[in-house]
């Protein structure tokens, strides 16, 4: 008689999601928490290009643009992220993690001192898959083995969810009151934003090279419990490490020919397409399915920062505090007095 049980035997042995256990329900939650790590994210970007385009008349149009794009895709981008991060095994998202802090470092080393302003914000926004993966990645080396692994992912999520929740409000009431607030002299939100609101990418890098440092040691760990011995993990690294560079080199030369989306869209496909092939000779099937899946995670996530990629090429696009002192510093200035001298 046939038996639930027995399922798993006819079903591929899927390392991520496996019938009739726990990991199919941790899969899950690390998903979410990966994707509310990635909203928090999105939201503080939101609000630092809205403030610079709201403290700006001449970029009123593409600040409405912003509010009338982030409120169609605001409902479909979190569930969407969430599920594109769950089926993605930790073998393929430890890669994607990789790949992209090679591809920040080299950028980071390539730019002068105070200047590219402009590549580091774009590093953020074109990170937000890679920071999903790096906080699944995180999650899977912190939890393994451990005796409450679904009740601490749990957790996690509630806390993650707070965060997400947290950051969509504040992009809300920016969104919504800000230009009134500032005005004003009204809310200390919207006054902490209209003095620092330059502070805010600083502040993210900050944040991002925790996580992205976190997320690299837990990739290097997840992908070497698969070498039983030294040789078989020079096998792997090697020929990785020759296509990453060679990845890296290409697509830095691609974005100072022909910068922008479509751009964007070429190195993803190069990137994936390089992995794939990769993979197809040091990999498993299942690995391959996951470039895949990364693949339609990349595009998901670059459809949402669409508008602020061409805000980045802008070079003087900064949230600087409009000058309100500009009528009185047009007053002509009061006839100076001639001191009294006292007679000698």
């Known amino acids: 008689m046939f038996s639930l049980p027995a399922l798993p035997s006819w079903l591929p042995g899927l390392s991520s999601l496996e019938w009739g256990s726990g990991l199919l329900l941790d899969s899950v939650l690390k998903g979410l928490i990966g994707a509310c790590g990635v909203s928090v994210l999105s939201s503080f970007l939101k609000v630092y290009f809205f403030v ?18 982030w409120a169609l895709l605001e409902t479909v981008h979190l569930p969407g992220l969430a599920l594109i991060l769950s089926l993605v095994g930790p073998r393929v998202a ?76 504040l992009l809300r009431h920016v969104c919504r009151l800000y230009e009134l607030h500032s005005s004003q002299h009204y809310c200390g939100v919207c006054l902490g934003l209209l003095a620092r609101a330059c502070d ?45 560079t060679l990845l890296v080199i290409y697509m830095q030369e691609e974005q100072r020919q022909r910068p922008g989306l479509q751009s964007q869209v070429q190195t993803v496909l190069v990137r994936m397409g390089g992995l794939f092939v990769l993979l197809l000779t040091v990999g498993r099937w299942l690995d391959l399915l996951g470039v895949l899946v990364s693949l339609l995670g990349e595009l998901w996530c670059l459809v949402g920062v669409r508008t602020l990629l061409d805000l980045c090429q802008i070079q003087e696009f900064s949230p600087q505090r409009p000058s309100a002192s500009a009528p009185s510093q047009a007053q002509p200035s009061a006839p100076a007095q001639t001191p009294d001298t006292a007679p000698s």
């Open 200 to 244: 805010l990418p600083r502040l993210l890098g900050r944040a991002l090279v925790v996580a992205f440092a976190v997320g690299d040691l837990a990739a290097v760990a997840l992908i070497n419990q698969d070498f039983l011995t030294t040789s078989e993990a020079v096998r792997f690294w090697t020929p990785l490490t020759i296509c990453y």
């Open 52 to 69: 610079g385009c709201a403290n700006n008349p001449a970029w009123r149009p593409e600040k409405e643009r912003l509010q009338a794009r």
């Open 94 to 169: 430890s890669l994607v993690v990789l790949e992209f802090s090679l591809r920040a470092v080299s950028t980071l080393l390539s730019l002068g001192k105070g200047s590219g302003s402009a590549e580091r914000l774009q590093l953020c926004l074109l990170g937000q898959y890679s920071l999903g993966c790096g906080l699944t990645c995180g999650l899977s080396f912190l939890q393994e083995g451990a005796p409450h692994r679904s009740l601490n992912l749990l957790l996690g999520l509630g806390l993650a969810a707070l965060l997400s929740s947290q950051a969509q409000r």
